[in-house]
């Protein structure tokens, strides 16, 4: 009996073990969009999901009172143009962090403040010069308010501050803003008990170099690796490489005690012709894997003991981001919260425990008679109609994909193999797959104005079979 209570207190001290390696995984909420759904219903979808952090790039009143009580923490952001006003005004720091931080905390778990966001980049600005003065006023009050403790400054760098990043045993910061920006800020967040945001987007090193740089490499998948000609460690993923090369960066400057949070990380389902690798199954690929990567294993291979903590960019496509499509199709989520692709978000989604969206609440489960999806099948996506969305676009949805979309209708015309169910969901769901595997799956042609989704999950409509390509 004794050995039996030893042997199941080991069991679940190694379990512990194995939790505590685990990282954990975030969202950013962006808001640069005009048909987004209220904060109140974003906290309900996190909820949903079982994500437990999100990061916002200001310090919105009404998203910050809805976070209350929710469980859920935030880092906010001190904005980029306010940066100047907080490093040369401490009763600016002071009655900003009373009115944004104090008035809601701690009912809103307020965890990190971040000072603008990637002011420390490929050149140095005058905002550069603002940052590390920023941090410090903005820490000063928080000291002021006993909330130093719990709550911690830090500023979120772009990898493009790096003067060399391959190898990553050789990551080093650009050499002129050493001395006058990095050292000061690596200072700061060393005194403080802080750790460094650092933006992390493998997609861009793809872009530009798709002809050198795996693809499988940058998304996670199965690969023979790179090998670390500095110190032979072999990389399987060209995102922990660009991580450790900012370890090593900091190592070089004698901060390697310091700990580090990627802020931001993603890969868009649209882009532009010139965006090569930018498509819906190349960001479920790159955000599903990274999910299992940080929430199942350990650190990276130059930090195995450090868990990867990560924030995805982003929680919705934002329709008003300037710049290329890419730009305004990062999101997991379109504003009418119905999945872009669907992927775990949480350790509870990795478990098969992850609710569907809020207005998507069938996703997993039968449609109406009969009809649903059943398991995942590896590398295939469907397009499906959601049970939630309004009968009228439903129709409107079906006659186009059966009409001026090409999608072929004839299995769910009557005596047809797909007719049974004999239901408007079961039908457009049908015709919305027709149309998206002829259109060979590329980003947006499962959209049908907001009431259609990708899913991964083979579809089950009675004997009918959805096809996979045509």
Known sequence: MASLSFFSFLILFLSAIAVSDAGSVGINYGRVADNLPPPDKVVQLLKSQGVAKVKIFDSDSAVLTALANSGISVVVCLPNEQLASAANDQSFSDGWVQANIAKYYPATKIEAIAIGNEVIAENITDTTKSVVPAMKTIQASLVKLKLDSNIKVSTPVAISCLGNSYPPSAG????????????????????????????????????????????????????????????????????????????????????????????????????????????????????????????????????PNDPLNVYIFALFNENQKPGPTSERNYGLFYPNEQRVYNIPLSQKGLNGNQSPPASNVNQTAPVNNGGGVSKATSGQTWCMASPNAE????????????????????????????????????????????????????????????????????????????????
């Open 172 to 303: 080093s910061f650009k050499p002129d803003q050493v001395q006058s920006t990095i050292i000061p800020m690596l200072d700061f967040l060393r005194k403080t008990g802080s750790y460094l945001m650092v933006n992390v987007y493998p997609f861009f090193a793809y872009k530009d170099n798709s002809k050198t740089i795996s693809l499988d490499y940058s998304l996670f998948k199965d690969n023979p690796g790179v090998v670390d000609s500095g110190n032979g460690l072999r990389y399987k993923s060209l995102f922990e490489a660009q991580v450790d090369a900012v370890y090593a960066a900091m190592s070089a400057l004698t901060y390697d005690d310091l700990k580090l949070v990627v802020t931001e990380t993603g890969w868009p389902s649209a882009g532009d012709a010139g965006e090569v690798g930018a498509s819906q199954d190349n960001a479920a690929a790159y955000n599903g894997n990274l999910v299992r990567r940080v929430l199942t294993g350990n650190g990276t291979p130059l930090k």
């Open 391 to 470: 009968a009228e676009e439903l129709q409107e949805g079906l006659d186009y994909a059966c009409g001026e979309g090409g999608a072929d209708c004839g299995p769910i015309q009557p005596n047809g193999a797909c007719y049974n169910p004999n239901s408007l969901v079961a039908h457009a769901s049908y015709a919305y797959n027709s149309y998206y595997q002829k259109k060979a799956r590329v980003s947006g042609s499962c959209f049908f104005s907001g009431t259609a989704y990708v899913s991964t999950q083979r579809p089950s409509f009675g004997n009918c079979q959805f096809p996979t390509g045509y």
